[in-house]
Structure formats: C-alpha cells, structure tokens
C-alpha cells in the first residue's frame, strides 16, 4: 500500500561509515557493561520513536516506545505545546511580526505557584510576535495561533529567563507553564484577498505538525468559490498527491494554508485568486481555472510515506553500522554475537518497516552490515 506523510527527510543519504573513531576517553566494550539485552532494547526505543507512524494504526500507542512524548531528550529545547481549544474558523494565523493581543496566566511548573498574569481581555497584553520583544518560549509558542485560541505552554528555562530567573518571583533555572489565549491579530484583518483557513476535524494525537521543507501527502478536493464546480480532486488515501511544503511546487495558499497540519486533520481552504492562479488562471484544469478566481480546497493530510520510511530505515542501517562499529572495537563482540544481534534487527526492521512489504532489501542490508564488519 503507498502511503505518504508530512515528516521531513534529508536530501542527501549520509555517507556510509567505513570507520569509527572511539571519542577521547571512551572506555572499550571490555571495560563496561555491555549486554545485548539492553542495546536491544535501546535501539528498539531509538527505532520506534523516531518511526512512528511507520507503524500500523493499532501499534502506534502502545506505550512510550512509540510516541514522541514530551520525555523526549528534545523536549529539553523546545517548548511543549497543547491546544486547549482552537476555533472551527481560523482566516488568519499568527506568525512572525504580527501584533498579538494575548491574555495569559504565568505559573512555575514545578510548584504551580503563580507569578504574572493579565487576564482581561479588554486590556490584554500587547506584543510583536518573533522579535524578542518576549521570552522565546512564547516568540516559539504562540506561533500558528487563530484568534480565540488558548493553549498551554510549557517553557523549558533556557526558553524562559535561564539561569538568572527573573526577580523575586523566578528562580534561576525555572520551567514555567503559561496558560495563554490569543484575543485578536492588531495588524491583519481577515478580508477577501487574505486566505481563509476552517480546521473541520482535528485528531486528538499530534506528535509532529507539518513545516516547510516536509514532504506532504495529501488527499483533496477543489472547487470554484463563484459556482462551487470542481476542476480537480484526489480522494484515494493509497494514491495521494505528493509535494515538498514551502518549496514553491504548489500555488501559495497551499504553502501558506497547509502548515501546522496533523496527519489525519481536515482543512477547508479558501484561497484569493492573488494566492492561486493570478490573472491567468489555469486552462489545463478540467473545467478551466478562469482568470481571477479564487478557490475552495478540503483537504486532508494522510499518513507518513514510503518515503520517509526509508529515509528512517537509512539511519536505522547507519546506526547498526555504528553499533557494530563500536562494539568490535577491540574484538570483544564475536561473530555468534553479532549473527543474534543481526537476526533481531532483522525482526525490528520488519515492524517498522510496517508488513515487510519493503523490509526484506533492508534486512539483508542489516546482515550485510554485521558480515562486513566481522
């Protein structure tokens, strides 16, 4: 079955590693606790994480192997969002520069205590969005809000004040938690030359939204905004339109309305003819596109692709190659060794490879992998 998702891929494959050099004071296997066991299940928790929409419907919530959750070591340096509640109609969504009118309630994480607020919207707080005007947890957080949104933001303390904490009420090293809505985006106004985006279904899971330089599947349908007639459509979740986010392969209301997108959410655009087809519009559509018109798409992002599957299992190869690297540095891994270790991967590689239907070549890589070695 082709699938395709939204997670991004490198452009170029990695070299293949022909040697490994053991960083400055790094003891040899010899010296420390190895045991298969635990490498196993280490590169199982790398594997699974990394891939998991490469999995099946009913595998991808089986516990924190295959989720990316907010224990991930990233989550160190980024700041974790959760959507509360978010507008069905959302014609505009904030990004760098604008002007955000916000309410908020500022708390410590670690003991919930309250430090700042501003919870009248009648007198919200009044800042530019990305240009340090606020700590970075919000200048990162408050980014591809609607108005009437409220989120909750986890601030890690390098996103926040650091190390120097901020007077009597921050200490140094503090996460923060801020409850925040967005009242109104000051310095756009929805009109009809702006594009207007509708979420019609949100999943209850988002682990990754979709941003540029992602490669996108999608699933829609288009129509004319003047008489409602549909001049394209792909509906078949098996065979989805394929294209590269913000790289310019689609017109600008689809770079600009499909970001932030869950895999399975549901998007109505409505798109100005300035962000579609122009003055010229598009005789190959069947009908034709006419000239200054602007369009509707429904929309649905599918999930991740073949693509990026590979692209995961790649590293996968490359992060055994390492291993087996690092574990016969000084000969203390024997081949018997190595013959089991390779015939459990050969196992992981077809679960997350989802039915085998593109394993096997990546199997026989893995035995390929431990026979040069060895």
């Known amino acids: 079955m082709k699938v395709a998702g939204i997670w991004p891929r490198p452009e170029e494959p990695e070299p293949k590693i022909t040697k490994l050099v053991r960083p400055p004071g790094m003891p040899s296997p010899s010296r420390i606790a190895v045991s298969v066991p635990i490498l196993l299940y280490w590169l199982v928790h790398v594997a699974l994480i990394d891939s998991v929409d490469c999995l099946p419907e009913d595998r991808r919530h089986s516990g924190s192997l295959v989720s990316r959750s907010n224990n991930d070591a990233d989550s160190h340096n980024k700041v974790l969002v959760d959507i509360l509640f978010k507008p069905s109609s959302c014609p505009l969504v904030s990004q760098v520069d604008d002007q955000l009118a916000v309410t908020y309630v500022g708390t410590l994480t670690e003991t919930g205590k309250q430090f700042d ?12 969005l990305g240009v340090g005007e606020v700590i970075l947890g919000w200048d990162q957080g408050m980014l591809g809000m609607c108005e009437g949104e409220k989120r909750v933001l986890k601030i890690p303390p390098q996103l926040g004040y650091g190390h120097r904490g901020a007077g009597a009420d921050i200490p140094p090293d503090a996460s923060l938690t801020f409850r925040v809505e967005l009242i109104e ?3 756009r106004k929805s009109d009809l030359n702006q594009l207007e985006i509708q979420t019609t279904y949100q999943p209850a899971s988002c682990p990754i939204k979709s941003e540029n330089g992602d490669q996108m599947a999608m699933t829609y349908v288009g129509t004319l905004k003047s008489n409602g007639a549909q001049f394209d459509a792909i509906k078949t979740p098996d065979s989805p339109f394929e294209f590269k986010l913000g790289a310019g392969q689609v017109i600008e209301g689809w770079d600009q309305g499909l970001k932030d997108m869950c895999v399975g959410e549901r998007r109505k655009l409505v798109i100005p003819a300035s ?24 929309t649905e992002v599918n999930a991740p692709s073949k693509q990026f599957c590979e692209g995961r299992i790649h590293d996968l190869d490359r992060l055994i190659n390492e291993m087996f690297f690092f574990l016969s540095y000084d000969g203390s891994w024997d081949s018997h060794s190595s013959s089991i270790f390779a015939t459990a991967l050969t196992g992981l590689i077809r679960i997350v490879t989802r039915d085998g239907g593109f394993g096997a070549g990546l199997s026989s890589k893995a035995w390929a992998t431990s026979s040069n070695v060895f």
């Open 117 to 128: 607020a501003s919870q009248d919207p009648k007198d919200p707080f009044v800042f530019t």
């Open 185 to 187: 985006i000051q310095n």
């Open 275 to 298: 962000m579609a087809y122009g003055a010229y519009g598009d005789s190959s559509s069947n009908p034709p596109i006419p000239p200054n018109a602007d369009l509707v798409f429904e």
